[in-house]
């Protein structure tokens, strides 16, 4: 499997050299999808960045966070579960490596989960999907950081 995306950005004649121009572009993605990117306010200062849109650190949280929910949902299906929401707020830590260099080190998914009905899974069963999805989740996997998982699970109502 290949997948792509596709990054535009143009000088439109600000100056270049002093590093003063806009770091705002777009994602293009396969189904015609345009996102606003640029690089984060935390590494380039406005008005250099553009606050508004994504940039590639969070985007990388929500990759990790995203692939490790589809799993989730699709694991817990499996099992006779239904979710009725799944809300993360996840964080990544941006800092310096043990070679010095900056790196995501850490990503916190801290999913509340929301399931239908009365007959929910137990709290070791959650876990046990957690892990899977961990497993599974492609994202996880291509990473090197280390993705902690802190659930809380609220009851409906």
Partial sequence: MQFE????????GQSFLDQKYSRGHEWIFDGGLRVPASSSPLSVPLPMSVA??????EALVAAAASCH????LSIAA????????YVDNAVGLLEKDDKGRMAMTNITLRPEIVFAGVAWPSEEEIAAIHHEAHD?????????????????IEPEG
Avoid at 145 to 151: G, S, Y
Wanted: aromatic share 10%; hydrophobic share 35%; proline share 5%.
């Fill in 136 to 152: 599974k989740c492609y994202i996880a996997n291509s990473l090197k950081t280390e993705i902690t998982i802190e659930p809380a």
């Fill in 5 to 12: 995306a596709r990054l535009e950005w143009q000088r439109n």
């Fill in 69 to 72: 929910m589809l799993f989730f």
């Fill in 78 to 85: 499996q099992r006779g579960h239904t979710v009725e929401s």
């Fill in 52 to 57: 508004d849109n994504v940039d590639p650190e």
